[in-house]
Every structure is written in C-alpha cells, then in structure tokens.
C-alpha cells in the first residue's frame, strides 16, 4: 500500500475483502490434499441452542466488498523461530505496519504439513491489517524432522509454546488472539484452547480430525498391539502417534473450551466424517455453530472457499475483545 495508516482497517472491510480475494488460498493453505469437493453454493450453517442443546439453521453468506476499495497495508515479514521441548521449530510473522498492536491468528496445519503451507493466507491476513503466524510443528513432516516422533500431544505442545512465546510480542494485542487449525491441527488447537480458555478470543476449525481417537483403536484391537512404526496415508508415523490418542475421549477433552467457536466442515469429508463436528457442536461446546459445506471432501475450493473465508473473517470480527 501507499502510506502506513495510523490503524487497522475495519474488520468488517476485512471480512467483505477476504469475501472476494485470498479465499481459495486461505482454505487450500491450512490443509492438506487436493480439493476434492466440487464448488457449490450450498453452505449451511447450524447453531447450537443453549438451553435446548438443539441445532437450528442460520444464514451465514459473508457481505461482499471490492477489495480495491480498501486500504492495503505494508507489512514486515518476521522469521521467528520458536522453541518447543528443546527443539527449534521454524516460524514466520507477518505484522501489519501500523501503529498499535493487531489481532493475531495463529494457523496450526495438518498432517505433514509445512511452514509454507500457510503462506498465502498469512500475507492476505497481513495485507489486510490482521497479523498472523505461521510454524512447523517438530516433526510434522518430512522437512520439519522425524515424523516417527510426532503426536497430538507433541503438537499440543508445540502450540502452546507458540503461544507463549508470541503473545508477549509488541506488535500483538494480546487480549485478540484468535487459534485457526485444520483437520489434525484442527483437533491440536481444540485441546490446546481446553488450557488457554479465556486467553484467546476464539477458536477457527477446518475438519477438525476428532476421528484420529477412534481410527487408532479401529487400527489396533489394543494400546499393545501399536507397532513401533506405521505408514500412516504413506507417511511414517510412530508408536506414539497412536499410542498418545489411545484412551482418548475426544468429546470430553475438548469441553473444557466454553469460548466461542466455529466448525466448517464438509458433508463429503471421507477423511473424517462430519458427525465429528456435529457430535462436537452438540455435545461438547455450549457456544459452537458448525457450518456444513455441501458437496466438500477434507478441503474447500472454489466458491466453498470463498463463502468460508468470508465466514471466517466476520467470525473473528464478531469476537473481537
């Protein structure tokens, strides 16, 4: 942009903005895989009622804006490296050049994502006046160490590292830190938020993977018979990868989150299926809406992607502190 503004431009030109640029790349680039759900215009979005835990239909299309009517914004790009059990992970901020801390979402990728992965997302949200970082989880994948030492729990707790280490910084509002993860980095950021509660402002899932409990005891008929390594979706993976979710109940753990929340997940995910996040929305938060993308596998594209960034954006400009 020309010119450094003296602050960050209304969230709701945020919201209309990443309505109509950037959505493909927000979607695509906190997850894993090819699209594999053909656009539709199908979104459905369900709330939770509190005093009668039932779902009920809402409306959720985000405003629409021309994104050359807003202010663009200069902004610095940070490697910042955090260290987590020892281990140095790589990370990357983008910090809007205006005056005054900014929210900052934090993007948890999938099963062996990457730190680029999350590129494209974390400059439209930079450009637009939001700060956003992104990080390899250890050993997440192939270029970010052994994946065989890699778990929920240990990306758990690389999260929280993270989160530590980038709330203290200048340039975040520390009262606005928003958690966005998708499918494992989805079901990471669930338990993570359980210890944070009320230090972040709300909770952004992409096809949480809630399934990963399950689908190791469908793998394993018990803890002991969990091999030392395994190819999980051609990736190898540890003992402990399936040993740490065991006895995991994830509708339970996750509970412990009474914060605002936000589940999109397609009706055609065969990675996991979307009960998990309908079970999720009625029974383990009591401030949730599940957003259900017709049509959509473990992925958005096209006008999917569109309508679910829009939806994204307005959610945190909703839960701005």
């Known amino acids: 942009g020309e010119g450094v503004p003296a602050s960050p431009i209304s969230r709701r030109a945020v919201v209309g903005a990443l309505g109509?640029?950037?959505?493909?790349?927000?979607?695509?680039?906190?997850?894993?895989?090819s699209p594999d759900g053909a656009p539709s215009d199908a979104v459905t979005s369900t709330a939770t009622d509190s005093a009668t835990?039932?779902?009920?239909?809402t409306s959720g299309a985000p405003d629409v804006v021309d994104p050359a009517s807003l202010p663009?914004?200069?902004?610095?790009?940070?490697e910042l490296a955090v260290v987590s059990q020892g281990e140095t992970m790589a990370g990357r901020l983008y910090a809007p050049a205006v005056a005054g801390p900014v929210p900052?979402?934090?993007c948890s990728h999938g099963l062996v994502g990457s730190i680029?992965?999350?590129?494209?997302?974390?400059?439209?949200?930079?450009g637009l006046g939001l700060a956003s970082y992104r990080f390899a989880f250890r050993n997440g994948g192939p270029e970010a160490g052994d994946t065989t030492r890699m778990?929920?729990?240990?990306?758990?707790?690389?999260?929280?590292?993270?989160?530590?280490?980038?709330?203290?910084?200048?340039?975040?509002?520390?009262?606005?830190?928003?958690?966005?993860?998708?499918?494992?980095?989805?079901?990471?950021?669930?338990?993570e938020a359980v210890d944070l509660k009320d230090r972040i402002a709300d909770l952004i899932l992409y096809f949480p993977a809630l399934v990963i409990p399950d689908d190791a005891r469908s793998r394993f008929t018990s803890a002991a018979d969990i091999p030392e390594k395994y190819s999980l979706f051609g990736?190898?993976?540890?003992?402990?990868?399936?040993?740490?979710?065991?006895?995991?109940?994830?509708?339970?753990?996750?509970?412990?989150?009474?914060?605002?929340v936000i589940i999109f997940h397609g009706d055609q995910d065969n990675i996991v299926p979307i009960s998990y996040s309908q079970n999720a929305v009625n029974t383990s938060y009591s401030n949730a809406q599940l957003v259900t993308v017709q049509g959509a596998g473990h992925s958005f594209s096209g006008d999917d992607a569109t309508s679910v960034a829009g939806q994204t954006i307005s959610f945190i400009e909703a839960h701005q502190r």
Request: net charge negative.
């Open 235 to 260: 990736t190898p993976v540890g003992r402990i990868y399936f040993a740490d979710v065991y006895g995991m109940d994830p509708y339970s753990l996750i509970s412990g989150y009474t914060g605002p």
């Open 72 to 78: 663009s914004y200069d902004y610095e790009e940070r």
């Open 53 to 57: 835990g039932a779902a009920t239909p």
């Open 20 to 33: 109509v640029a950037g959505a493909w790349t927000l979607l695509s680039a906190c997850g894993r895989g």
């Open 151 to 191: 778990s929920v729990l240990t990306e758990k707790a690389d999260l929280n590292a993270v989160f530590n280490a980038i709330q203290t910084l200048d340039v975040v509002d520390a009262s606005n830190i928003f958690l966005l993860g998708a499918s494992q980095g989805g079901y990471v950021s669930a338990l």
């Open 116 to 126: 680029d992965d999350l590129d494209p997302v974390a400059r439209t949200l930079a």
């Open 104 to 106: 900052l979402v934090v």
